[in-house]
């Protein structure tokens, strides 16, 4: 057990040091305002966020829970060092201000870190919807909640699981330790689909893996992990036309 | 015991069912009555044909939304992927209905499992009068929370009368913090539901408890208590409004 803590130490700590991070901040759309802002912010990220070396935005709008219909939009950067400057010229940023930020009101700005040694992606994996479930886990049960995530991410790829799943930690903004897995699906017929045969097949390779009903008694550990609001889940939607490349 | 769970996990991610989404509606001041018969027209125009969504429209009569319109639609994932605001069903909802909501009033979009084998379904009449119990419960709570829910269900079909109103549970699938669910019960009205709670419930303990065991239905009961996080039980009532609903 002390051997799996450390080494789990060690992975978050050495993955997060070079680690992707996602500056995502919720906008909030005035009334009325729907078309001029997502208008707005489309031309905007094509005209100045569309090259290799400018600054990388994606732009998911939100689906369900109290900011529906709202926007979260993430500056991706390969490291947390990008925040230390901000490529965007006055061109850009004078763009923004006059024909975005009439439109819209901040929200919530948070810091994620994305863990690649627990997240999945296989080559050609498609798919514009998230599902993204919110773990809040208690200090007392941080090792159940990442051995739980550790050991999908194993079986997803021994199954051959065809859908994506990232997993970030927040860095910064959040209170207490809250975990963000994003499921990518092809809609919600997608989702449909993955949540069938799929799931099935990945349950049945993590207890062919780690041991009869290993998946039940480790995702009931992870759940007993989680302090008592620490689970939710919303749906966004990616939305290219509003997103670098 | 263990059964609910894969029951639950499987309805959690079963999605190939109809999705049910809630949202919450503040139509404009004195508005009520326009708002319902554009609402009912645009229903009955678009929402009763097989592959259309379903709607059902509710007045919240109590809480901190009250006066708002819930209103609750049921469709298929083809349709949610192919969800277009320039269709001719949403233009005619923005370009009718659209003048009697409040402006930028339709709030949050709460998605809904069905959970049928916790429900209790019977040929309802006239049960527009709805109370909903919502619950969160805790993660390790889900067992206890829905152990009752299911003895519930076994003891008012057990009942040599059937209740008149149906009782349904829904699981939250997305939109909400925490395990939520929400059991709504049908009456006919205010007077119904207390004359169901002083003859028909003490019935229904009494046979919740012929079938699990002396006491089951109190033991339970504290046991669900135990379950739900603090202040994770609410109560509000709601009226159906059949003329703005799908038929």
């Not at chain 1, 490529?87 to 863990?115: C, F, H, M, Q």
């Not at chain 1, 860095?171 to 994003?182: F, K, L, P």
């Not at chain 1, 480790?218 to 990616?238: C, K, P, Y």
């Not at chain 2, 609910?4 to 503040?26: A, D, H, N, P, V």
Request: charge should be negative; aromatic fraction near 12%; hydrophobic fraction near 35%.
């Amino acid at each position: 057990m002390k051997k799996f803590i450390l080494i789990t130490i060690l992975t978050l700590f050495v993955s997060s040091l070079s680690a992707q991070v996602g500056q995502a901040r919720t906008l909030i759309v005035k009334d009325g305002q729907m078309a001029k802002f997502s208008e707005g912010i489309a031309k905007k990220t094509q005209m100045y966020n569309r090259s290799e070396d400018s600054d990388q935005y994606y732009t998911f709008q939100i689906l369900s829970g109290p900011n529906t219909n709202n926007f979260i939009r993430v500056r991706w950067m390969e490291s947390i060092g990008e925040l230390d400057s901000n490529s965007a010229g006055a061109d850009e940023l004078k763009y923004w201000n006059k024909n975005v930020v009439p439109y819209y009101t901040e929200g919530t700005s948070r810091i994620w870190t994305r863990n690649a040694n627990l997240s999945y992606v296989p080559e050609d994996s498609s798919g514009n919807l998230r599902r993204v479930i919110y773990y809040n886990y208690k200090d007392s049960g941080e090792w159940d909640f990442w051995r739980f995530r550790q050991r999908v991410r194993k079986a997803m790829e021994e199954s051959g699981y065809e859908s994506a799943m990232n997993v970030l930690w927040c860095s910064s903004g959040c209170t207490g330790n809250w975990v963000q897995v994003r499921f990518h699906h092809d809609g919600f017929m997608g989702q449909s689909s993955d949540y069938g045969e799929p799931l099935q097949n990945m349950i049945a390779k993590y207890n062919e893996i780690y041991g009869e009903d290993a998946y039940e008694q480790d995702s009931n550990s992870a759940s007993a992990s989680l302090t008592d609001d620490g689970f939710r889940v919303r749906h966004l939607m990616f939305m290219p036309d509003m997103s670098s490349q | 015991m263990k059964q609910i769970l894969i029951l639950l996990l499987s309805l959690s991610f079963s999605f190939s069912y109809s999705q049910l989404s809630t949202r919450t509606i503040e139509v404009k001041s004195g508005q009520m009555e326009k708002f319902i018969e554009m609402a009912g027209k645009k229903t009955k125009k678009y929402n009763n044909e097989e592959g259309s969504a379903r709607f059902w429209t509710y007045e919240i009569l109590t809480g901190s939304d009250a006066g708002k319109i819930w209103r609750m639609r049921a469709a298929s994932s083809e349709y949610m992927d192919n969800w277009d605001s320039n269709s001719e069903e949403s233009q005619y909802w923005m370009k009718n209905v659209g003048p009697y909501i409040k402006n930028g009033s339709v709030n949050g979009n709460y998605m809904w499992n069905y959970v049928g084998e916790m429900s209790h379904n019977v040929d309802s009449e006239n049960q527009n009068h709805v109370m909903a119990l919502i619950y969160t419960y805790k993660a390790s709570g889900e067992q206890d929370f829905w152990r009752f829910r299911e003895r519930v269900v076994a003891a008012r079909k057990a009942m040599d009368t059937a209740p008149k109103g149906s009782m349904h549970s829904v699981l939250c699938s997305s939109g909400c913090n925490g395990n939520v669910a929400i059991i709504l019960f049908e009456y006919e009205s205010f007077s119904d539901q207390q004359r169901y709670n002083q003859e028909m419930l003490p019935k229904m303990i009494e046979k919740y408890n012929e079938l699990f065991g002396n006491d089951a239905y109190e033991q339970d009961g504290e046991k669900v208590d135990k379950a739900l996080v603090e202040n994770g039980r609410g109560r509000m009532h709601l009226r159906f409004i059949p003329e703005a609903s799908s038929d």
